[in-house]
């Protein structure tokens, strides 16, 4: 009777390891319909867009979520699939700690920064949850 408990008690700890919380979520722009999206203290989260600053446009961080989000650094442009080709595009990156409980608003628009006026090629946002 006590191997069957024990087998019963290990099997429910090895259930609960397998439902942990991943340590970094990344969302991309056609991710953006698991908006809103819940997170937990302590994860990484990343946010990956399609870029191509050879156009004169970018990526324009709005909102921050300051009071859920603590940014890792600035963003990162990178060019995997055409590496070397002038004119290619590429993906933004932005790296954040999921910091506080509460909830936040990502907001980013894809515009050319010195036309004032003219309404954002894209905008990114996101709802954000944090437990």
């Given at each position: 009777m006590v191997v069957p408990r024990l087998t019963l008690a290990l099997s429910l700890v090895l259930l609960t390891a397998?439902?942990?919380t991943p340590s970094s979520i990344t969302?991309?722009?056609?991710?953006q319909n698991k908006c809103p999206l819940s997170l937990q203290v302590g994860q990484q989260f990343i946010l990956r867009l399609p870029s191509n600053p050879t156009t004169g446009f970018r990526w324009l961080l709005r909102d921050s979520a300051p009071q859920?989000?603590?940014s890792l650094g600035p963003e990162v442009?990178?060019?995997?699939?055409?590496?070397?080709?002038?004119g290619?595009?590429?993906?933004s990156t932005w790296?954040?700690?999921?910091?506080?409980?509460g909830e936040g608003q990502?907001?980013?628009?894809?515009?050319?920064p010195w036309e004032v006026g003219v309404v954002p090629a894209q905008?990114?946002?996101?709802?954000?949850?944090v437990e």
């Open positions: 397998c439902v942990q969302l991309e722009q056609r991710q859920v989000l603590q442009y990178s060019n995997p699939e055409d590496e070397g080709l002038v290619s595009g590429g993906i790296r954040f700690k999921v910091a506080k409980a990502l907001a980013l628009t894809y515009e050319r905008r990114f946002d996101c709802a954000l949850t």
